[in-house]
């Protein structure tokens, strides 16, 4: 009678747990809501925002680089398209030179970049998005985001902390990677790492965001690390002097800006 009771009490406690553990992944919100939110909490806080950047490079012999840089970054209101101007302060080889975007997640971005000592705009074109920008180990189109709809999205795990998406390209030629995984803080919706992995199933490439703040109201990353683990080297971004919902113009993100920046809009508020 004994063991009957125990046996029953075990299919009930076994069930209750079957039902918990399905009632928890049924709790996890669609796999679009959590890409539309992580995207929304790490590139369109506020209306628009600045911050200064101190970019570190390493090589895998120890050798080091430094940029300093200031961006500015404005949403198109009634719209998911924005603006960014990315304008470089450090070192003197860098100095004035300034990145220029216009983000439309609905078609191609469009991209220039102003090189000073050949006092010359050059368009980045579609296919050199995903290629080192200024000699580090970010990407071109690491400073604006990547298009949502240019891969398929699933939800791979989730953790107490975690949303872990597996995110495969749509056009697998076009890309470097085979696919990513980006674990997407729960609390913040901030994605706090991305790993790449190549056609051979190894992650090669590794991002991170680190130290993160409130800051007028917003959860902010003050930190960034990208690793390639095939050539050893390492970029550390370090953010600081960071304000959202400054009223900044529209006339700061034009291509007259690229030759002749927005002084008033680039010093610390």
Do not use: C
């Not at 970049?113 to 990407?139: C, E, N, Q, W």
């Amino acid at each position: 009678m004994k063991t009957n009771l125990l046996k029953r009490a075990s299919g009930l406690l076994g069930g209750a747990t079957l039902m918990l553990s399905s009632s928890l992944i049924l709790a996890a919100p669609p796999v679009q809501e959590i890409i539309e939110n992580a995207n929304q909490a790490s590139y369109y806080a506020g209306q628009d925002g600045r911050s200064e950047a101190r970019m570190r490079i390493e090589d895998d012999s120890g050798r080091t680089q430094t940029r300093q840089f200031t961006v500015l970054r404005k949403n198109v209101e009634g719209s998911d398209q924005q603006k960014y101007l990315v304008v470089f302060s450090r070192p003197s080889e860098y100095r004035d030179t300034v990145f220029l975007v216009h983000k439309d997640p609905q078609s191609a971005d469009d991209r220039w970049l102003y090189l000073p000592d050949l006092d010359l705009v050059r368009r980045i074109a579609p296919g050199d998005k995903r290629t080192s920008f200024v000699g580090a180990h970010v990407y071109y189109e690491d400073i604006s985001g990547r298009n949502l709809n240019e891969d398929n999205h699933s939800l791979a795990e989730e953790t107490d902390e975690y949303y872990v998406l597996e995110s495969t390209p749509k056009n697998p030629d076009s890309v470097e990677f085979a696919s990513f995984r980006t674990w997407i803080d729960k609390e913040t919706w901030l994605p706090m790492r991305i790993e790449y992995t190549n056609p051979e199933g190894e992650v090669y490439r590794i991002m991170e965001n680190a130290r993160v703040e409130v800051i007028d109201g917003y959860p902010t990353p003050t930190m960034m690390r990208v690793q390639d683990k095939v050539s050893g080297g390492t970029t550390l971004v370090q953010f600081r002097g960071i304000n959202y919902d400054l009223g900044i113009p529209d006339s700061v993100f034009t291509e007259r800006s690229l030759r002749n920046p927005p002084s008033e809009w680039l010093e610390r508020r």
